[in-house]
């Protein structure tokens, strides 16, 4: 086999089962995020308005773009790898909802910050209706930026969806601006979260030690905030390690395209292009509930929460079972008392 047919099997493969197995995982996990989230005691917290939005938007990402590829992969000659309309539509909507669950991460990177400030203005900035105005002004600007990829997107070359010529090295500064960014919002402001956690623990000890006033109480709420900046953490963690990947294969694609180029070095380019752009980004959007449960283990109880009402029995059959229990011993008495 050469090193295209294998290169070319092993994105069969990756595709056909991998992503497919992702693809379930991510919706489940997208809408378990939802429920755990969307609790009461969660709902008035502006972090959770983000941690909501970045579900629904990766949710979104999930549908539209990995459906489509996971479908190629079984149905090489669909009619939808020939339709323009649908290859401007999938490369918009993609783009789109990519774009808003980044910068709902980015926000609630923020936020948590502004949270652990010692600024009280920057502390008072921390509330739900902020949090949802800044997502529905996120949502329009996504929704508007990106109107030029539904202009030029266009099927390129073995109907691959895609751009080309001078709007292609546009589009890769584009890109390469619109994701990085929100990642080095996030690292900043994740660090600067975890620096003012950290300063405010020291503060706090001593002066609880004084005035012994509600301690519990106090600690409580930093267990809280602190699970939360845990959670973001993991998110951010993940966002970095998949994502970085697309900006950097898209400059590179870029210069080198005018490069004179080998049969084999267009297939290691088409493979790695797949792996940043078909693969590691959609991963990203699946993982992102598994990447709480293992970074808190408060978010894991709040997870198991989910599932006890459908594990306990009702008081009905507890009765039931407990009366056949009592039936059964009184026959196994009677037994013994007349052998």
């Known amino acids: 086999m050469t090193l295209?047919?294998?290169?070319?099997?092993?994105?069969?493969?990756?595709?056909?089962?991998?992503?497919?197995?992702?693809?379930?995982l991510g919706i489940l996990g997208s809408i378990l995020n939802l429920l755990v989230f969307s609790q009461k005691k969660f709902r008035k917290n502006s972090c959770s308005i983000y941690f909501i939005a970045t579900s629904i938007f990766s949710l979104l990402a999930i549908l539209f773009g990995m459906t489509s590829v996971i479908i190629d992969s079984y149905l090489p000659d669909n009619a939808s790898k020939y339709s323009i309309t649908f290859c401007k539509m999938k490369a918009y909507l993609i783009h789109?909802?990519?774009?808003?669950?980044?910068?709902?991460?980015?926000?609630?990177?923020?936020?948590?910050?502004?949270?652990?400030?010692?600024?009280i203005f920057l502390r008072n900035l921390c509330q739900r209706r902020i949090a949802l105005i800044l997502i529905l002004?996120?949502?329009?600007?996504?929704?508007?930026?990106?109107?030029?990829?539904?202009?030029?997107?266009?099927?390129?070359?073995?109907?691959?969806?895609?751009?080309?010529?001078?709007?292609?090295?546009?589009?890769?500064?584009?890109?390469?601006?619109?994701?990085?960014?929100?990642?080095?919002?996030?690292?900043?402001?994740?660090?600067?979260?975890?620096?003012?956690?950290?300063?405010?623990?020291?503060?706090?000890?001593?002066?609880?030690?004084?005035?012994?006033?509600?301690?519990?109480?106090?600690?409580?709420?930093?267990?809280r905030d602190i699970q939360l900046v845990k959670v973001l953490i993991s998110e951010v963690v993940f966002y970095v390690l998949s994502t970085i990947w697309f900006p950097l294969?898209?400059?590179?694609?870029?210069?080198?395209?005018?490069?004179?180029?080998?049969?084999?070095?267009?297939?290691?380019?088409?493979?790695?292009?797949?792996?940043?752009?078909?693969?590691?980004?959609?991963?990203?959007?699946?993982?992102?509930?598994?990447?709480?449960?293992?970074?808190?283990?408060?978010?894991?109880?709040?997870?198991?929460?989910?599932?006890?009402?459908?594990?306990?029995?009702?008081?009905h059959e507890r009765g039931f079972r407990g009366t056949s229990i009592i039936s059964k011993n009184r026959e196994r008495l009677k037994y013994i008392y007349n052998h």
């Open 249 to 315: 294969t898209t400059i590179y694609l870029t210069i080198t395209a005018d490069i004179s180029k080998t049969a084999d070095r267009l297939a290691v380019e088409d493979f790695i292009r797949y792996l940043a752009v078909g693969f590691l980004i959609y991963l990203n959007s699946c993982s992102m509930f598994y990447a709480h449960i293992l970074a808190s283990k408060p978010f894991r109880q709040e997870s198991q929460q989910l599932f006890l009402p459908f594990c306990q029995q009702s008081p």
């Open 4 to 24: 295209i047919s294998d290169l070319s099997f092993i994105q069969n493969i990756l595709t056909r089962y991998v992503l497919t197995v992702c693809y379930a």
């Open 96 to 119: 789109v909802f990519l774009m808003l669950s980044r910068s709902s991460v980015a926000l609630a990177c923020v936020d948590r910050f502004a949270l652990c400030s010692q600024n």
């Open 137 to 223: 002004v996120i949502c329009v600007l996504w929704i508007i930026i990106p109107i030029h990829v539904i202009i030029y997107a266009n099927i390129q070359s073995a109907s691959r969806c895609g751009t080309a010529g001078v709007y292609q090295i546009v589009y890769s500064i584009y890109t390469t601006i619109a994701t990085s960014a929100p990642l080095i919002i996030m690292i900043i402001f994740s660090i600067w979260a975890i620096q003012n956690i950290h300063q405010s623990q020291i503060r706090t000890r001593p002066a609880s030690r004084i005035r012994n006033a509600h301690p519990d109480s106090a600690l409580r709420i930093k267990r």
